[in-house]
């Protein structure tokens, strides 16, 4: 705001342009033009900034020109003279809560008179003014009496000022003005009770001015006292509107008098800011008017509140016995409002003790604001509590209610009313109080603060607040990070909260509260360590709380319920069987564990049971089941064989058995009902070795068995793989195409069949290869003499059995097994 006053504005410029004679400038800087005040509004009010310190004023101005069209210079000198003897009261009689407050005296030069007080934003004329000109309704007599009922609305004057009250602020400003007539009723009567004696402050406070023309009270009840007269400058009277009828028809006043005044503010407030007696500066107008008054009170007060309304009347009595006495206003239900009362304790706070004052910002202010008003929040709580806070002996009892309000407050108000002085109170020296308070709330700060701010600013003072030597500041600080963990990101998590939680636990082991702490936390930050972090930090830290608690022994079991329920964490049964459930089976039978508690432990432990069961069981199934596996003694076969043993041991690598053309199902079972078996020497015995065959491959199908003329590629060899040739004598290529394709029928059989069914065995040449194909009987027998002349160990002919080879001897056709039923 002070850089805004140097931007060399139009407005600002004016300010100063009118005080450039003045010695005040001297002392402050002078600002835009705000409001007016005084009799005649001849006050001209402009805001202003004590130059040493930026202390934020405003300066009443009164340029002396405006008493040039007086023309009689005496009366020149009269007007300036009340004005500076106004400013002489408000300073004698001090009263902050009540009476304006003036930072500096009067400052006289041959062109203005000027002083500066606390910052106002306008008087209460200048809102009336407003009020009115917006449509209001006027109640006034009729024409012939002076006064009439208009429903227009009425020009804006230039001195209107924009304003709407709320009724909390207007009970408020009521009461203040009452309480600040009580003040001054031993001593003066104020004699000019009217809206533009009243000032309202930048806090929303109404406080009571225009001293100008103040009476000494005196022992008798009755002071003799000047009547409102055309002969003297309006500026130098009081406001006819608003003289009480004894001081204009019998000149003399009281403090009843005053009290009249204030019943007419109380009903221009509550009619639309229109007095009930617009005199327009006539005394002949104002008899008139005051005729009809009880009409016009009458029309008027349904507007004043029902607990109002009977006191009101009282007050405009013309009868000055009747009038009521201020505490009598003062007591009536209408003002026994404790919010109300709340808010004026602000003013006299500093009037009362350190213990009253904790308990006042503690419990009844922090209790009575989600009543009041949030514009009364802003305008008046706040700036009183912003200066607070600052105070080391009350800063910690200040913060609860000032947390209440960023928590019930918008985004847009906390980040610009509110957080810059925060920031004072995070970055600041801390006592221990406030610290904890802080941090117990710093969740409601966090959810209004910029990301950047928590960065920068709220998140290291939970960081250091971890290093603090007091118990009860580490134990917040652990209980913080669980309330705002989503506002850290896991790298803080990892580098900066667990470790801070392992050296909190170390310094105090047997601290329930700190540990209790510490497990909420890891509860809610689990998910966001890494297995590592799991392994090294987390589970050791468990498994040393040595605490007997219920509450202790069910938060355990929760966390351990957690790791359980997700592989990530790494738990193996190893560390289950021998770490974990040592330490958690002597608590089943802890006295202190509730039902609930108990099935949570209980539920843990099954759950390790069942996964310790569960991974035993499987490895112990499959060391069965590789002991008993048939494999085993596969490779040993061929020393049991009777045939090949000359053979030596051979793996075909990466044999590939082409797709092959099948005949169909009812083909297979024609061909073998014609004729017999090829491994059958009988047809009794075709049968047999089809079912043999069918039991030893049951899940084969039938026309499986019926194969055309396969394809077996063989890769070349290679010396990585299992029981390979070397290199160069791998197999080639070979494609059956020699045999005559009418009758082929192949059996696929594997080694054990044939031994069973020829009376010899074959060796096991590959795992991956379960039995051998042959295109044809003649090429199998010349291939098979071939080989055996040769000797050769290596050809892929020489794997078929001998067996073979001597069943078919026997048969006197071997053409038969291809001709079908010929």
């Not at 016009?296 to 607990?307: D, R, S």
Request: charged share 20%.
């Amino acid at each position: 705001m002070f850089s805004k006053l140097k931007s060399g504005t139009s407005s600002a410029s004016q300010g100063a342009q009118v005080l450039s004679t003045n010695n005040i400038l001297n002392l402050f800087e002078v600002g835009k033009y705000v409001c007016s005040a005084g009799p005649e509004l001849i006050w001209k009010v402009y805001e202003g900034f004590r130059k040493p310190d930026g202390k934020e004023v405003s300066i009443f101005v009164f340029e002396k020109k405006l008493a040039d069209k007086l023309h009689k210079p005496r009366r020149k000198e009269t007007v300036t003279e009340i004005l500076k003897k106004s400013v002489h009261y408000l300073e004698m009689l001090r009263q902050p809560k009540l009476i304006l407050k003036v930072v500096h005296s009067v400052e006289d030069c041959n062109e203005t008179l000027a002083f500066a007080a606390e910052p106002v934003i306008a008087s209460l004329a200048n809102i009336l003014a407003y009020q009115a000109s917006i449509g209001g309704r006027a109640v006034n007599g009729p024409p012939s009496t002076g006064a009439s009922i208009t429903a227009t609305a009425m020009p804006r004057p230039a001195h209107a000022k924009e304003y709407n009250f709320l009724d909390f602020e207007i009970k408020y400003g009521i009461r203040q003005i009452a309480e600040a007539l009580d003040f001054l009723s031993p001593q003066v009567h104020h004699h000019n009770v009217c809206p533009s004696s009243i000032l309202v402050t930048k806090t929303g406070t109404w406080k009571l001015s225009g001293l100008e023309f103040i009476v000494q009270t005196e022992a008798r009840e009755r002071i003799t006292c000047t009547p409102w007269t055309s002969r003297l400058p309006k500026m130098a009277q009081p406001d006819l509107d608003y003289i009480a009828p004894e001081v204009q028809l019998s000149s003399y006043c009281s403090s009843h008098s005053d009290m009249f005044s204030l019943g007419m503010v109380i009903f221009a407030i509550f009619n639309n800011g229109r007095p009930l007696i617009q005199a327009n500066h006539s005394s002949s107008t104002y008899m008139k008017q005051l005729d009809v008054l009880e009409n016009q009170i009458h029309n008027v007060l349904p507007k004043l509140p029902a607990q109002l309304q009977e006191m009101a009347t009282k007050m405009l009595s013309k009868d000055v016995d009747a009038r009521p006495f201020v505490k009598n206003l003062l007591h009536t239900p209408y003002f026994c409002d404790r919010f109300v009362e709340t808010i004026q304790t602000l003013d006299i706070i500093n009037m009362k003790d350190l213990t009253q004052k904790c308990q006042f910002y503690k419990i009844t202010l922090k209790e009575s604001l989600p009543f009041i008003p949030k514009k009364i929040w802003y305008q008046r709580v706040w700036p009183f509590l912003q200066h607070e806070m600052m105070k080391s002996d009350v800063s910690a009892a200040v913060l609860h209610p000032v947390i209440f309000l960023i928590q019930e407050s918008s985004l847009e108000d906390y980040e610009t009313l509110m957080l810059p002085a925060m920031s004072k109170i995070f970055n600041g020296p801390k006592h221990v109080p406030v610290q904890v308070i802080l941090l117990e709330n710093l969740h409601v700060i966090l959810e209004k603060t910029p990301r950047d701010d928590i960065r920068k600013e709220v998140l290291p003072l939970l960081y250091t607040a971890f290093d603090f030597s007091d118990i009860e500041v580490q134990s917040t600080a652990v209980l913080a990070v669980t309330n705002v963990s989503q506002y850290m990101d896991d790298t803080a998590i990892r580098r900066m909260v667990l470790p801070k939680l392992k050296m909190v636990y170390e310094t105090n082991p047997n601290d329930l509260k700190i540990i209790l702490n510490i497990l909420a936390c890891l509860e809610i930050i689990l998910h966001r360590l890494e297995k590592q972090q799991i392994i090294e930090d987390v589970l050791p830290l468990l498994w040393i709380v040595n605490q007997t608690d219920p509450e202790v022994i069910a938060r355990i079991a929760v966390i351990y319920s957690m790791i359980l329920r997700d592989k990530k964490y790494g738990l193996s049964v190893n560390m289950i069987a021998t770490k974990i459930m040592p330490t958690l089976i002597p608590h089943t039978m802890n006295p202190g564990l509730n039902l609930e508690q108990f099935q949570t432990l209980i539920e843990v432990l099954q759950d390790m049971l069942e996964q310790i069961d569960r991974n035993q069981r499987n490895k112990l199934k499959l060391d069965t089941i590789s002991m008993q596996s048939p494999d085993r003694h596969r490779p040993l076969r061929h020393l049991y064989s009777s045939d090949n043993m000359h053979a030596q041991n051979f793996n075909i690598p990466n044999l590939k058995i082409e797709q092959r053309k099948t005949s169909s199902a009812e083909d297979m079972v024609r061909k073998n009902s014609a004729g017999s078996w090829w491994f059958g020497g009988s047809p009794s015995g075709s049968d047999s070795n089809f079912l043999r065959v069918v039991s030893s491959f049951p899940n084969r199908r039938l026309s499986d068995n019926m194969l055309n003329t396969p394809k077996i590629r063989v890769a070349p060899s290679c010396a990585s793989s299992p029981g390979s040739t070397p290199v160069g004598t791998g197999l080639p290529i070979r494609r059956h195409s020699n045999v005559e394709r009418r009758g082929s029928t192949i059996n696929l059989s594997p080694p054990s069949l044939a031994r069973s069914m020829i009376g010899g065995s074959m060796p096991n040449t590959s795992s991956s290869v379960p039995y051998l194909l042959s295109s044809s009987m003649n090429s199998i027998r010349s291939r098979r003499q071939s080989t055996c002349s040769q000797n050769s160990s290596t050809g892929i002919l020489q794997q078929l059995g001998s067996g073979v080879v001597k069943q078919l001897s026997t048969l006197q056709n071997p053409y038969q097994l291809f001709s079908g039923n010929k």
